[in-house]
């Protein structure tokens, strides 16, 4: 059973890593491969830029990638990009016991 679970592990890591990387160069502007895995933007021009060019990527989706992709549809319209995040409204961690003090209320 630990063998079947340290391989079924492995292929979830894999697969994980290797979206990531996918996602990267798809979606991150002028992406390249580097041994520090660096990327950031500095100014606010250039965070717009950023979150435009993912936005057009992700609207282009069904012309320039080779999986297969679909839209969610409502009502006969395909839905846009929807970008959101969502926070515990209050959270704290005691590290002297490694514990968790956590709101469940979610902020969106």
Same mark, same amino acid.
């Given at each position: 059973?630990? #063998? /079947?679970?340290?391989?079924? +592990?492995?292929? #979830?890591? !894999?697969?994980? %890593? %290797? +979206?990531? @990387?996918?996602?990267?160069?798809?979606?991150?502007?002028?992406?390249? =491969?580097?041994? =520090?895995?660096?990327? !950031?933007?500095?100014?606010?021009?250039? /965070?717009? =830029?950023?979150?435009?060019? !993912?936005? +057009?990527?992700?609207?282009?989706? &069904? $012309?320039?990638? #080779?999986? +297969?992709?679909?839209?969610?549809?409502?009502?006969?319209?395909?839905?846009?990009?929807?970008?959101?995040?969502?926070?515990?409204?209050?959270?704290?961690? @005691? &590290?002297? $016991?490694?514990?968790?003090?956590? =709101? &469940?209320?979610? /902020?969106?």
């Amino acid at each position: 059973q630990l #063998v /079947v679970f340290g391989l079924s +592990n492995q292929m #979830v890591v !894999a697969f994980k %890593e %290797e +979206n990531t @990387v996918a996602f990267k160069h798809l979606f991150l502007k002028g992406y390249m =491969d580097r041994m =520090d895995d660096t990327y !950031a933007v500095y100014t606010q021009t250039d /965070v717009y =830029d950023q979150i435009f060019f !993912a936005i +057009n990527q992700y609207l282009q989706l &069904p $012309n320039i990638s #080779v999986g +297969n992709h679909a839209y969610e549809k409502r009502g006969g319209e395909e839905t846009a990009l929807a970008v959101c995040q969502q926070f515990y409204k209050r959270g704290a961690i @005691v &590290p002297e $016991n490694d514990t968790f003090d956590i =709101d &469940p209320e979610i /902020v969106t």
